[in-house]
Each structure stands twice: as structure tokens, then as C-alpha cells.
């Protein structure tokens, strides 16, 4: 074989790595979450792209009514434009964690502009929250990584947080009924949901997020236990432990307080 041949291969199976192996990792980590979701009844709400002026805080306030802690996963470009809603979040009882800082794609840009975005997102959240990476939820965006980024996201020790249930709300075209996501939790006996809290040009889209959010809460009544996204990674033994709130478990029937320290 020409050395031209056998450079041509290497680089091949090195594309064919850069895109697989983190695909391979993330998709572990879904199969993983809805594993623990099914084991406990389990219900994570998160929300990715906020935070923003109008949508977020009717999603702290519906959540604050129904007694319900969520994750929410911030672009660090919104974050440094509402820091007061990142501290009154914070100050809910709810997790903010990254999804970088201006939801690059790290597949289809230049492997080192995921890394770059990675860290200014983590940056915007450490100046309000004072946190380290490896005490950050990340929440790659697109649920995509690439090998680099991948292999810096674990330098850092930051813990990966996917989802399970994509709730249909970031794209006019995702058309998924409250009801159906509500039942395909149910059927599935829990998992991670993912919301988006950023405005909408169109109010009633808004409100489509807000819906499904009223109609998720409902599965409280049916003894469905409500975490937030690091407590449910808490809970299985190889993930990276997670500086943070002390674990907040909410049920139909009763709330408890962990023993970690705030």
C-alpha cells in the first residue's frame, strides 16, 4: 500500500471517530438517564437556550406554584443579558447549568469553536455563580460534541447532561401535543425533559411551552418524583459528583431535603 493510500485511510477513520465516538458516548448517557428515570419514577424538567425576559420567569413562577425544582440550561450570551433572572432562578431553588454561549454546532464548525464557545459559556456562569467547570452541568447544544470537544468536556470533569424526551418546542415545525408528552413519560415510566425558555417572536408559541409545562406538572398527582437534572445524576455511581443546591426530592406525597450541604 502507498503511503498516500494509508494517509488517506488515517484520516478517514479519524473523521469517522471525531463524529462517532461522542456520538456513541452521548447516546450511553440518554440510555443511562432513562434507566434511572424508569428505576425511580423519575421526572426531570430542564430547559435549554433561556434565560429570557418574559418566558423564564413564567416558568420559575408556574414551577414555584406546583412546588417543583427544575434544571435550566443557559447560553452565556443570554445569561450576561438577564443576570437578575439567572439570581432569581438560583434563588427559586432550581440549577442553572451551560449549553455554551452561543449554541455552535460541534459538528458542522471548526473542532476548536465548540471548545472556545464551551469555555465562554462556562465563564458567564462562573462570574454570577463563582462554580467551576466540574461543578457546571453541561448540556452540549444540539446534543452534539465532537472528539476534541469531548476529550476537553472530560478534561474538565464537567458532568454531561442529556435528555430522554425531547418536549417538541424549539422549532415551529415540532408539533407534539401536551397530552402526547405526557403520555409517552408515562409510558416510558419517566425521563429527562427538554424545554426551551427562550422568547418567541409569536406569543402563542410561548404559551404551547407553557402548556405542556401545566400538563407535566399533572404527573406529580400520579406519584411521579420531580429532580432537578444533578440529582438525578447523583444517583448513578459513575457520573462525576456535583457541587451544588442539596438534593430537593418532590413527590405527590411529601418533600425532602437531602443531607448535602448548599
Not at 503511503?3 to 452521548?26: M, Y
Not at 434565560?51 to 412546588?67: C, N, Q
Request: hydrophobic share 45%; aromatic share 6%.
Amino acid at each position: 500500500m502507498s503511503p498516500t493510500f494509508l494517509a488517506l485511510c488515517g484520516c478517514l477513520l479519524l473523521g469517522i471517530l471525531h463524529i462517532l465516538l461522542p456520538r456513541l458516548v452521548l447516546q450511553a448517557r440518554r440510555r443511562e438517564l432513562l434507566a434511572l428515570c424508569r428505576e425511580r419514577r423519575v421526572v426531570a424538567l430542564s430547559f435549554d437556550d433561556g434565560p429570557s425576559h418574559l418566558l423564564t420567569p413564567m416558568v420559575v413562577d408556574r414551577l414555584g406554584r406546583a412546588g417543583v425544582f427544575a434544571s435550566f440550561f443557559m447560553l452565556g450570551e443570554r445569561v450576561r443579558a438577564n443576570e437578575r433572572t439567572v439570581m432569581r432562578i438560583l434563588d427559586a431553588g432550581h440549577e442553572v447549568g451551560s449549553h455554551g454561549a452561543t449554541h455552535v454546532h460541534h459538528i458542522w464548525s471548526w473542532p476548536w469553536d465548540g471548545i472556545l464557545d464551551t469555555i465562554d459559556g462556562w465563564r458567564a456562569l462562573h462570574r454570577i455563580t463563582g462554580r467551576q467547570p466540574r461543578e457546571i452541568l453541561f448540556r452540549p447544544p444540539y446534543g452534539k460534541l465532537n472528539l476534541l470537544s469531548l476529550m476537553w468536556v472530560w478534561w474538565r470533569r464537567a458532568p454531561i447532561a442529556m435528555w430522554t424526551h425531547d418536549g417538541g418546542d424549539a422549532r415551529d415545525s415540532d408539533k407534539l401535543a401536551p397530552t402526547a408528552l405526557v403520555d409517552s413519560i408515562r409510558r416510558d415510566g419517566g425521563g429527562v425533559v427538554l424545554m426551551h425558555d427562550f422568547d418567541r417572536v409569536r406569543p402563542d408559541e410561548g404559551q404551547q411551552v407553557l402548556a405542556k409545562l401545566d400538563a407535566l406538572l399533572q404527573l406529580k398527582r400520579e406519584g411521579f418524583t420531580f429532580l432537578r437534572v444533578s440529582d438525578l445524576l447523583s444517583l448513578a455511581p459513575r457520573q462525576h459528583p456535583v457541587v451544588g443546591p442539596r438534593p430537593v426530592i418532590v413527590t405527590a406525597e411529601r418533600e425532602e431535603v437531602g443531607s448535602g450541604s448548599r
